[in-house]
């Protein structure tokens, strides 16, 4: 099991962005705001980004979204992902099993704690698998989070690649 860990870890990526409309081919303009979003395929989440004509008349099935700005010359990309963004996309993980988003689920629990949405309280071992129990900031509940005893390494190229993928320094 934990090669396979590794393994998925290692050959594990997600495109950078085009700068064209997934859905029509058209090529963004600096200055011109998107939707990016991933998308579940046959080769696990993929990057896709979409103009707005396109996501509002199409309504594209997605896995999460958010919405995104080419940048004008030499303007820094403005970041449009909030923590609250990055918390429904920890949420929508929470069921997942496939190796890829456990450990995507798990490095997005890491940064989340940096930023003190979660806060860890303990841990337990089931079925041969570490649980971390943790208390989400500012509200009465909990949530479970498999440690798939990713190597550091691993952790930071997840972490760079997420960052490629949201388009935000993580």
Request: proline share 3%; glycine share 6%.
């Given at each position: 099991m934990r090669e396979t860990i590794d393994a998925m870890a290692t050959d594990w990526e997600?495109?950078?962005?085009?700068?064209?409309?997934?859905g029509t081919g058209t090529v963004?303009?600096?200055?011109?705001?998107?939707?990016?979003?991933?998308?579940?395929?046959e080769q696990g989440l993929e990057r896709r980004d979409y103009s707005i004509s396109f996501w509002e008349s199409?309504?594209?099935?997605?896995?999460?979204?958010w919405r995104s700005r080419i940048p004008e010359g030499r303007e820094k990309k403005r970041l449009?992902?909030?923590d609250e963004m990055?918390?429904?996309?920890?949420?929508?993980?929470?069921?997942?099993?496939?190796?890829?988003?456990v450990?995507?689920?798990?490095?997005?629990?890491?940064?989340?704690?940096?930023?003190?949405k979660?806060?860890?309280?303990?841990s337990r071992t089931e079925e041969g698998r570490e649980i971390w129990t943790l208390r989400v900031t500012g509200e009465d509940r909990s949530v479970q989070v498999v440690n798939p005893h990713l190597a550091e390494d691993q952790i930071e190229q997840l972490s760079s690649q997420m960052g490629q993928i949201l388009q935000v320094e993580l």
């Amino acid at each position: 099991m934990r090669e396979t860990i590794d393994a998925m870890a290692t050959d594990w990526e997600i495109k950078k962005p085009l700068g064209q409309c997934s859905g029509t081919g058209t090529v963004f303009s600096p200055g011109t705001d998107y939707f990016a979003a991933l998308v579940q395929t046959e080769q696990g989440l993929e990057r896709r980004d979409y103009s707005i004509s396109f996501w509002e008349s199409e309504k594209p099935s997605t896995y999460c979204f958010w919405r995104s700005r080419i940048p004008e010359g030499r303007e820094k990309k403005r970041l449009f992902v909030s923590d609250e963004m990055l918390v429904s996309f920890f949420e929508r993980l929470s069921e997942e099993t496939d190796v890829e988003k456990v450990n995507f689920r798990f490095v997005l629990t890491l940064i989340l704690m940096r930023k003190r949405k979660l806060k860890y309280e303990s841990s337990r071992t089931e079925e041969g698998r570490e649980i971390w129990t943790l208390r989400v900031t500012g509200e009465d509940r909990s949530v479970q989070v498999v440690n798939p005893h990713l190597a550091e390494d691993q952790i930071e190229q997840l972490s760079s690649q997420m960052g490629q993928i949201l388009q935000v320094e993580l």
